[in-house]
């Protein structure tokens, strides 16, 4: 589909949505980025998996990569609150393939650099990470963190700095804290962190067709007519 029927098509679907739900879709591309991305390795706490969908709709993150070599991520309805509807999610859960290495090489050829987020002897305090480069933040098990294999692949590591007792925070405050932290200094700078006017574009058409009862007949109907 070319950019001018696909026009097209969102026009047509825009007599299905009220005026305010397309206003709500294209404010909100706007403050989506794809600079920064978020990765999951073996999450299996549907309640975790389901606070991290919401932390990166709600800091404007727009991909989430999904490791599953050990446990399937099964997010839950009652705490996204359907937030993984307007998320980009990409799944890497071959049987018997090192699918850490898959998601992490896809990443790197995309021009991201990968920071596990764990303590490390080479880990870099978050305040202090430097945004000048594409990022993927990487989330392990709750439990376990994240993998050894993923520590052997990771271009380096970022630790949040903690004034009490615990070592650590759970995931989803971890995932929440490192978001807020990002996307603020980000938006602050002068980095380009802005999705292309072509992917809100596309963005913000995929919204609305699923925002719409049967968005796809609708759209199956528009091509078979213009044909």
């Known amino acids: 589909m070319n950019h001018s029927e696909r026009k097209d098509l969102v026009n047509y679907l825009k007599e299905f949505a009220t005026e305010a739900r397309w206003d709500k879709f294209v404010e909100v591309a706007k ?10 390795e073996d999450i299996y706490q549907s309640h975790n998996a389901s606070a ?12 989430v990569h999904i490791i599953e070599n050990q446990n399937n991520f099964d997010a839950s309805s009652q705490v996204t609150i359907g937030a993984d509807q307007w998320l980009t ?10 699918n850490t290495e898959a998601c992490f090489s896809k990443l790197k050829k995309e021009g991201y650099r990968i ?16 945004l000048n480069q594409k990022t993927a933040l990487v989330f392990g098990s709750e439990i376990d963190g994240i993998s050894e294999r993923a520590k052997e692949l990771a271009d380096g590591f970022l630790k949040i700095p903690m004034a009490g007792f615990s070592e650590s ?5 971890s995932a929440a804290i490192c978001l807020y932290n990002i996307t603020r200094r980000l938006r602050a700078s002068s980095i380009d962190w802005m999705l292309t006017t072509e992917e809100i ?5 995929n919204w609305l067709k699923k925002s719409i009862k049967a968005g796809d007949q ?4 528009f091509l078979k007519q213009k044909n």
């Not at 991290?52 to 991909?63: A, E, K």
């Open 31 to 40: 403050q989506r980025t794809r600079y920064i991305s978020v990765v999951v």
């Open 52 to 63: 991290v969908l919401r932390s990166c709709d709600g800091f404007g993150i727009q991909d």
């Open 89 to 98: 999610l990409h799944r890497y859960n071959e049987p018997g393939m090192d």
């Open 115 to 130: 920071i596990a987020t764990t303590p490390h002897e080479n880990d870099t305090n978050l305040n202090d990470l430097d």
């Open 169 to 173: 925070f759970n995931i989803s405050v």
């Open 201 to 205: 574009d596309h963005l913000t058409y």
């Open 218 to 221: 609708l759209e199956r109907n």
